[in-house]
């Protein structure tokens, strides 16, 4: 039987982020993945780094979001150079949209509370608007958070993976975990593999994990997300554009505009729905001048980890004998944004036993355990 220091379950952004950052610190990790790395919603995300357009109140998660904003540029530099693929960040700015003037009234109040909290960020007027971003149709204005950005998801995980393999990280790909238990890691083919700590990064598929572990299996749902790529744009946004609960629209540098993003509960189903991608397209229309081949698009899915507070799932849980096993999921809608931060932080927990300030929020322990739970 194969030992490690650390077995990473799932290769996503989180799960190989983690055993990047484990074997960086000298871990000896494997990365197990049951499909492919980035098979699900990291290899379709937007890959937004947006924690202030994203948050819609000061806490826990808006530090959190700050904190791997700030980590993304050197991550991104590292991972770049030692895999030698591009992982195309790009912090040219994030522009929350205000569609009417009753969202322009939501927006500035955000911004208050933002300025508060010590957030970098300006209203910029229509008017302004007209030249700032010409791609952009008519609107009552946006907040200008000129530190925020994007990356390529799928990118940044190629990156990544190949990064950890450089360090020594052995991928296991087609290695759908069952349980864990006190002999390890336990396989769907049978097989078992031995670690003194398991970090569970499965996104929405650590839930079946965690409740064979005594964690309430309402504790992570899977939500499928779907985005439209349109191409001849004439004139693609120079910026981000999020306008809420409406969407958003970002370029990636290949000139494709991405269009996003719905939120359906249809459990593991990934099925392309005709009637989102038919809004999406609106989406298209309602924030661009030039929408290009609206329709005409590249259709995507993929499922994302919510949990019922919309708060990540972060850290130690008690599980009794056997290796000691870590959560980093439930990270929904931004585990693009969160990988850096969250890597560091389990990394920290499994080879120093250090929680990271603040994390206390995203613990487990606020689900509840089965009777039978250690």
Known sequence: MESFDVAVVGAGIIG?????????????VVLLERQTPGSGASGMAAGMLAPCSETAEPGPFLTLGLDSLARWPGFAARV???????????????????LDEADAAVVQQRIAWQRDAGVAVQWVDADALTSFEPALSTTAGAAWYASEGQV??????????AAAAQHGVALRCGAAVVAVDGAGVRLGDGAVVSAATVALCAGPWTGGVLAALGISPAAIRPVLGQLIGIRGVAHPPEHVLYAGACGYALTRRDGEVIVGASEDDTGFDTA????VTESLTGVARRLLRDPGAVATPTVWTGLRPATPDGLPLLGSLDVGSGPRVLVATGHYRNGVLLAPATAAGVASMALDDAVPRGWEAFDASRFPRSPAAP
Not at 81 to 98: K, T
Not at 152 to 161: F, Q
């Open 16 to 28: 190989s982020s983690v055993a990047f950052e484990c074997a960086v610190r000298g871990a000896r």
């Open 272 to 275: 392309v729905r005709d009637a």
């Open 80 to 98: 770049t150079e030692e895999s030698g693929v591009d992982c195309e960040l790009v912090i040219d700015g994030v522009l929350r949209v205000a």
């Open 152 to 161: 390529n998801s799928a990118r940044a995980v190629a990156a990544i993976v």
